[in-house]
């Protein structure tokens, strides 16, 4: 009787190659969603001090957000639409005294003596409820950096002719040649000087 032939084997070899490929094709392609986020510079580590500054209350200018997306600004109801015109107005009020080492000669606010003395000292509080939406929380802050950008815009285009975000961004890119980025440097900072961006972030409310 002859011997009956088993069935042929199939060449697995290239199996594992095969299969190291399709996964890199699919590392490469694959589009990977990641939540934004807020671009921030902080400040530089500073020794302790004794006793913190006293700060005037009407250097702080408060923004309360609820549960609901509603924003509470100075202690009145306040369409998030208004809010940049709001801050603006905060920062660049100017109030401080003719002749006093406060005074703004810049600023070109309503010169309120019961807001802020100067862009120096004017301090922006923001506080959110935990149940607060992301993407109000992200609003609201794109709203009061705007705010900042704005006077930062103005100063740099009264200054150098140009508009700061621009600047900043060109400084901050790594490959704006070196010699762009040294003369942009003092540039920014003066800006960034007139206007510091004092953004504080208090404890979240249940």
């Known amino acids: 009787m002859p011997r009956r032939k088993g069935a042929p084997e199939v060449n697995a070899g290239s199996m594992a190659d095969i299969a190291f490929l399709l996964l890199i094709f699919f590392l490469v392609t694959t589009t990977i969603e990641t939540d934004s986020g807020l671009d921030r510079m902080l400040p530089p580590i500073e020794p302790p001090t004794e006793e913190p500054p006293v700060i005037k209350e009407k250097n702080i200018f408060t923004v309360n957000i609820n549960k609901n997306g509603q924003l509470l600004v100075e202690e009145k109801i306040m369409d998030i639409k208004n809010l940049r015109e709001a801050a603006i107005a905060f920062l660049d009020n100017g109030g401080a005294a003719q002749g006093s080492p406060e005074y703004c ?35 609201v802050q794109n709203e009061l950096v705007g705010a900042y950008n704005d006077l930062r815009n103005r100063e740099a285009q009264r200054l150098y002719n140009q508009d700061f975000v621009k600047m900043e961004a ?9 010699d762009t980025r040294d003369e942009l440097k003092d540039k920014v900072r003066r800006i960034q000087e007139l206007f510091p961006q004092k953004l504080s972030e208090a404890e979240t409310s249940n």
Do not use: Q
Request: with cysteine; hydrophobic share 15%.
């Open 170 to 178: 060109e400084y901050l890119n790594p490959e704006t040649p070196k």
């Open 105 to 139: 000669n810049y600023c070109k606010g309503k010169r309120d003596i019961t807001s802020s003395d100067n862009p120096n000292k004017a301090i922006i509080s923001l506080k959110n409820d935990r149940e607060t939406k992301y993407s109000t929380y992200i609003t």
